[in-house]
């Protein structure tokens, strides 16, 4: 299940509006702002299946910030699915604007993919490969994966032990054509298109440039990979 969150849309708050009268935003209701932020952004993890802790930093009681005469703002100013410490930007928008950086301390829980076995570098995934388990979301800057099917076919970096969590960086896309593979050769100008048959001379995924020998001709061209034994070169 892919997760959706919004957690860079501003949340307007449904406190009450501290009055032009006021002397100032006091730092508990800047607090108070971050953690009516935080609950309601834990409570859309829940829906999604996900369990999370939150924590707001200390706030200095002598902070005298302009009185707001609307209802706080807040937001994250990072990605708290991947650092366990993101700020939460509070700010007003009134007539006297302005912007604080709240510290907080984020836990997530959730399903994620991990190895179901030693898996080698090279080693090319299937689904029985990898495993549903629940893990700290946000522990890695490098994000995890949590779907099977996004894996499958994936070429595995590195090699990693049995639960190694799955992330992006741990994976690599097959190459769409090896060396001395028998490819198409399609030279195209808009929606005109000649083809003929090649060989490659090197390895190379798809989007990536490659040397090709056109059989016919016996030149050698660059061409770009466009899929398994097919490349593309501009006319």
């Known amino acids: 299940m892919r997760m959706r969150i919004i957690f860079l849309a501003a949340l307007c708050l449904s406190l009450s509006p501290i009055t032009l009268s006021s002397e100032r935003t006091s730092a508990e209701a800047i607090r108070d702002a971050a953690q009516t932020f935080l609950a309601e952004w834990s409570r859309t993890l829940a829906a999604e ?17 302009a ?5 706080l703002n807040a937001e994250f100013a990072g990605d708290p699915l991947q650092t366990t410490s993101p700020s939460v930007l509070v700010s007003c928008s009134g007539e ?5 950086y709240v510290t907080t301390s984020v ?3 959730g399903p994620a993919l991990i190895a179901a076995r030693p898996l080698a570098r090279g080693e090319r995934l ?14 890695s800057r490098r994000g995890v994966l949590t779907r099977k099917e ?6 595995m970096r590195r090699p990693v032990n049995a639960g190694t969590v799955m992330t992006p960086d741990l994976l690599e896309a097959p190459n769409a054509i090896e060396r001395g593979d028998h490819v198409i050769i399609t030279a195209r100008s808009g929606s005109f298109s000649v083809s003929s048959r090649g060989k490659a001379l090197a390895s190379a995924g ?6 090709v020998e056109n059989l016919r001709s016996s030149r050698t061209v660059k061409a770009r990979a466009v899929g398994p034994g097919r490349v593309e070169i501009p006319m």
């Not at 009185?67 to 209802?71: L, R």
């Not at 689904?127 to 549903?132: E, G, H, I, Q, Y």
């Not at 996004?150 to 070429?155: E, I, R």
């Not at 798809?206 to 040397?211: F, I, K």
């Open 150 to 155: 996004s894996v499958s076919g994936m070429m």
């Open 206 to 211: 798809v989007g990536e440039q490659v040397l």
């Open 126 to 139: 299937t689904p029985d490969l990898v495993t549903v388990n629940s893990v700290q979301i946000n522990a």
């Open 67 to 71: 009185a707001c005469n609307q209802g």
């Open 49 to 65: 299946g996900y369990t999370s802790r939150y924590e707001v930093g200390a706030i200095d009681s002598r902070i005298a910030l």
């Open 96 to 100: 006297r604007p302005w912007r604080m």
């Open 107 to 109: 836990e997530v829980h």
